[in-house]
């Protein structure tokens, strides 16, 4: 069955990437906004028979849900005979449980309403936390593809002796395997979450240290407000600039500032969500899960 | 079975003076967007075992989407008996067929999802044109509300000699129907829409009524393309400034400025989406619908 790659015109140049790195033709679509926010989509290439692969990450969920359900919809409509997400991000994964009576269950929602239009799922570290598998939130086949290595790699190929820095105990695991891969030491930080939204972190004693260029990882960087809180203390305790990495560069509009502000070095990502600070090509991790579930 | 009904923010004044009306209560909901732009819902009403009116209406459909099907989905796993819709603005029905080959049925798949989520639906003059009737998008039974005698009264209470005027064929029979409740003569104009997207409008000999207050009327005015178009003939015909009347007031930013530009009096709505130019008051219209479905 022959295969076809369609994507949002914001994923367009990783969608462009993984089309030649796959071999799996990209098609073309157009997209428009009517002047009362509306969406109007259209399909230009032949879907018929084929499976198809969207490619769309969903870092502004609101603005891309719908093209995303209207194109899955058009080109079933078209005679595609299977439809797959490729999102390099997906959202709704943080509302895990209910922490308060009456909360809706976000992660589960969302979840069940992509499963509904989509038969199968690639993604890249999605946000598991209480979750162990993303088939506790989607119903279709999926793959879960991790950038740890590709991140490892970037590390030691431009880090000054790194030393990687996790910001809290729930960062440990992933930590030790990405400074395991860099052939790095890793220290842990401890985070405190105070009532009214404040991050607090605390170094360890970090003399033995100061030779070396501390980076900060996290999967999700979108406030800041943890790595910015990571990388006060690192300051505080007179480190060297620290590098600070994210899987998905969410970066609200202050947040890159204040992490210079408060002494950052340089910040680098992956490019799942499209950013100046991508640095990272996780595009080539895709190639095989893609060809697995597209063709 | 007692009804409950819920709202978001932006059509809670709507919701709290339709609660009043129906006798239905209005329960607490929170909502929050989260830095990266992801939505939180929190329900604080009792729903077990009650059925509940979700009133939200859709004028930015991508940003109610996602709250309002969480609060379906919350709404439900917290008990709720049966779970309705009270949309005083309904979108995405404009796009009833596929103009060109591959365009997306948008009207059908976002007919086809808020079906999933919720048991019934209640709206006000929904923007049927190819589409006979609501069932031919929505598969949960609904009820659809009319505003004419609303805007008639408006009309008759506060325009001196009203003379109705309806921008193109296409809105004679509703136009018709709103001057006879008034009392009040009508001339349709002739529109012609050119590839460019430009609209023009052209008026008939318009002499023997330079007495009387031309009122134009359509359904949703957004662009306010085809408004425009309309006062800039009437304007050009020597006619009194039009009083732009509207059930749907998507108004964007522009259009306002350019419609008193280009002469037109008075702007007037209904109350279906919040806007500077509400005046008349539809929610009494909703109740009977309301209770018929919600109780």
Redesign the interface.
Known sequence: MSALMLALSETLPFARHLSELSGIPLGQIETRR???????????ADCKGRSVALVVSL?????R??PL???A??VR??GATRVGLVAPYL??L??DRRF?T?????S???G??LS?YVDWLVTIDPHLHRYTSLGQVYTIPNRVVHAAEAMAVWIRDHVDRPLLVGPDEESRQWLADIASRAGAPYVILSKVRHDDGTVEVTAPDLHDHHQQTPVVVDD?V??ARTMLATVKALTGARMRPAVCMAVHA?F?AQ?EEQLRHAGAGRLVSTNTVPHASNAIDVAPLLVEAVNELAL
């Open positions: 009517f002047p009362d926010g509306e969406a109007w989509v259209r399909v230009e870092d502004r969920p609101d603005s849900l719908l359900i209207f194109l919809d058009a409509d078209l959202a709704y943080r509302q308060h009456g909360e809706a269950l976000t589960r929602t969302f069940g309403l509904r999700i979108s406030s969410l609200s947040a």
